[in-house]
């Protein structure tokens, strides 16, 4: 009589030849889904939360998350523009914005950046310029750039370009901070509000236009500009040629009919070297399909297109963001990359 089949015996062969094949598939499936999930991280360096960059930086990020595959971007809060360049020089974030005359100090490796290697961080984006702001509240009996003298005086905080920019304002009109006033490293928004609050006479800040908190403060109190002469805006490009000639443009701010006399620097987003220029493109590309999005999130935007991107500039285009521009047929891309080759 022939033995019955063992139940254990037949699970076994069975899983052999139908299970095997069943749990590789299960393996692949979970390969695959891995694959899929990767994504490439880029964490844009702005500024505090609250400020301009920042803004910029967080709808940049909306924007790629949603429309680039891959892409996992996100807003970083930092100190400012010039603790941006640092970050990216030690690889810490992937792109930053910064202005026109640290990115190339940066870039070419000169001032406070002549012992690192050159050539790190490449341009991406210009956006609006960097309008240089001297405010008071109105009333005040400071009418002029030397009315500062003897003042309670906000001028950034370290580690942002605010605070350098002010010192070379103030080393052209003759002013030596904690000599001739009593100055505050303080950021923009504490700023606003011990200038609100009667603990600071004037503010000073260095940044794209309109800039929130004082719009914010023009809408409890009334704000006076200081406008920046001629001869003193000469002498600061004379010495440092990225500043350019600018003035703040009338009806910026809520009440203020005319242009304020100022100077400007350009406003650029940053990134490193060693960025795919498969991401560079394929963000570079969303955004710039996207400024009616990008607008919405900030009014700066809306003066961003193909005739203005490559204003202000001081260093090489990524190779991603110059296919994408070359794509778009940017007016002068050929001239620039030309230019500024290796």
Known sequence: MRAQPNLEDIMSKTFKYIGLPIALLGVVALTST?????KTFVSIGANPVGLTAYQWAAGISDLANRKVS??????????????????????????????????????????????????QILSWISVAPIAMHVFTLEGSPIKTLQDLKGKRVGMGQPGGTSMLDAETLFSAIGLTPGKDFKDFRIKLGKQVNMLGDGQLDAAIWNGSM????????????????????????????????PYYEYNIPANTYPAQPNAINSYGLGNVLLVRADISEKVVYGMTKAIMENLGHMKSVHPAWGKVSKNTILRGFSA?????????????????????AKRTAK
Do not use: C, M, W
């Not at 891995?34 to 990767?38: C, D, G, I, R, Y």
């Not at 970083?76 to 992937?94: C, D, M, P, Q, S």
């Not at 990524?318 to 007016?331: N, Q």
């Open 70 to 119: 891959g892409i996992k971007a996100n807003a970083e809060a930092t100190k400012g523009y010039v603790a941006n360049i640092r970050l990216l020089l030690n690889k810490k974030i992937e792109a930053g914005f910064s202005n026109s005359k640290v990115a190339y100090d940066a870039y070419a490796a000169k001032g406070a950046y002549k012992n690192d290697k050159p050539g």
């Open 34 to 38: 891995a694959q899929a999930e990767k």
């Open 210 to 241: 309109p800039l929130p908190p004082v719009i914010k403060l023009k809408a409890r109190r009334k704000v006076s500009f200081i406008e920046i002469p001629d001869a003193v805006s000469a002498k600061i490009r004379k010495k440092a040629p």
């Open 316 to 336: 090489p285009l990524h190779p991603g963001a110059l296919k994408y521009y070359r794509e778009a047929y940017v007016p002068g891309i050929e001239d620039f």
